[in-house]
């Protein structure tokens, strides 16, 4: 499976952007979603996840209320739907998946990753 992340941008703090994650592969419709992100000088960090149904979501507490993240298995995308952008937010972003049971909960780790887009909120 190979994910191909798009969306990523400059904007204007409190303005958004909607990155876009699109899986290929054999059988890339088994994946869980996540998201993560690297700023300059920082550990790479979670910032959401979404299961393979689609019926459960996690976020991290510094982006809850803010960010949305959804999939359209038809097409094997995931979004995330950043609002309210903060210069903080500034990150490289990353998309990763992990091949799941249909029922099962979102992973704790993830195994598959796509390359990086850039996100870049000013003040």
């Known amino acids: 499976v190979q994910l191909q992340a798009s969306g990523g941008g400059l904007v204007q703090a409190g303005g958004s952007l909607r990155l876009s994650c699109a899986a290929s592969?054999?059988?890339?419709?088994?994946?869980?979603f996540a998201w993560f992100r690297q700023a300059p000088g920082n550990e790479r960090e979670f910032v959401a996840a979404?299961?393979?149904?689609?019926?459960?979501?996690q976020y991290a507490d510094s982006v809850k209320g803010r960010f949305a993240i959804s999939r359209d298995s038809a097409v094997r995308t995931s979004f995330l739907q950043m609002n309210s952008l903060k210069p903080e937010d500034t990150a490289v972003y990353y998309c990763?998946?992990?091949?799941?049971?249909?029922?099962?909960?979102?992973?704790?780790?993830?195994?598959?990753w796509g390359q990086g887009t850039q996100v870049t909120v000013s003040s």
């Open positions: 990763a998946a992990k091949s799941t049971i249909s029922s099962a909960p979102i992973p704790v780790d993830f195994d598959v």
């Open positions: 592969g054999y059988m890339s419709y088994r994946y869980a």
């Open positions: 979404i299961s393979r149904t689609g019926g459960d979501t």
